[in-house]
DNA sequence: CAAAAATTATAACAACTGGTCTACATACAT
DNA sequence: ATGTATGTAGACCAGTTGTTATAATTTTTG
């Protein structure tokens, strides 16, 4: 049973990473399938709904994993002004190590199908919904007034999503770095 | 020779709209050729070498004119903080009317081609950097100390840049309205 | 062991991709 | 008028796309 159910996630694991660092058009069923190293009879046993399932599904994968990482990040230090400082250099750092070569982990997929396909636009919608949440709720617990850290919620997403799609295209950590900065003086 | 570049402007105009709408790969040639009702083989008697040059010239049009949106907008009020507000909430006006239907500018090529073609990267980088200048002079302009005034172009052009994905994603001029919101808080 | 269910393996599908090629028309120079 | 760029027109190519259908196989169950 753990290994029947590894074929499934061998194919959306690869699917996810792929989707990620390529694009959702960009990257083809045969490629995932043969990265992925499963048969493609296989592939629409399990999303019988084709290419539109697979990343729907990759998508909430992606999704969980970055929320985690933000959750984690943010739990590390009480104070929000550190805490979403560090979390963001974190994600700089990685980004330097890794080489930018990971791809921009919603926003890919975001772009290219929120025109088209409605159920893919609201799983990116819930993703983003669920990373605002988690910087406004570490804002609320360290007592800010609801209405400001919702505000402070969205336009801190804002920033660390638009840092990362210019850091990727620049090659460079710099956007994130930057952000990371303003962060004491926007938290008061 | 006025009516015949037309040609080649009616195929930039059509592509540009169509890449900053569907992206690059979803993007067909016919599609292009098609809408703009010009023949496949002025396309490639224009850009001999295919889509790549299409799509980077496209893209340099889009720039431009979003640039000149920015400082145009930019200048219509000498104090910065007003002046960088009223331009995000113009974009948020612009976004609410169109209905989002008109992709992210830079973006979904940004994200689609930034890894397989080093001139598209390229041709994003300058774009971006080109906006983020942009703010830069505004706050130069106004006073402020030039690397500090370097930092938040960057800071500025990131929140901007995602807010406008967040949008566009959400379906939901929102991000755009908080992040201008800021902009006070973040300039002192 | 046999029956049933779950999974994998192929082959084929129509539709489309970016790109090439040649034929044709128009304009402009000499 | 004739020759030469300049531009138009579209058929055509090989390759790939996502998808479907069906057959073979393995695994699980009775």
Same mark, same amino acid.
């Given at each position: 049973? +753990? ?63 970055v929320l985690d990482?933000?959750?984690?990040g943010l739990q ?12 963001? +250099? ?15 982990p919603v926003a ?13 636009? +609201? ?48 090659? +460079? ?16």
């Amino acid at each position: 049973m +753990n290994e029947k159910e590894s074929t499934k996630d061998k194919i959306i694991k690869t699917a996810s990473r792929l989707f990620q660092m390529q694009g959702y058009h960009a990257t083809g069923l045969n490629q995932i399938i043969k990265e992925s190293g499963s048969p493609k009879g296989s592939l629409y046993y399990y999303f019988p709904d084709g290419k539109e399932q697979l990343a729907l599904e990759s998508l909430q994968v992606t999704a969980k994993f970055v929320l985690d990482q933000i959750v984690d990040g943010l739990q590390k230090s009480s104070e929000p002004v550190m805490a979403i400082q560090n979390l963001i +250099n974190d994600m700089a750092e990685r980004f330097e190590k890794e080489g930018c070569k990971g791809g921009v982990p919603v926003a890919s997929i975001a772009l290219e199908t929120s025109l088209i396909s409605e159920p893919l636009r +609201n799983a990116c919608q819930l993703a983003y919904f669920s990373f605002q949440d988690a910087f406004t709720q570490k804002l609320i617990s360290s007592g800010l007034e609801e209405n400001r850290a919702i505000e402070l919620g969205i336009a801190i997403n804002s920033m660390v999503e638009g840092a990362f799609l210019l850091s990727f295209t620049m090659g +460079n950590s710099q956007p994130l770095r930057m952000v990371a900065k303003q962060i004491p003086v926007l938290l008061k």
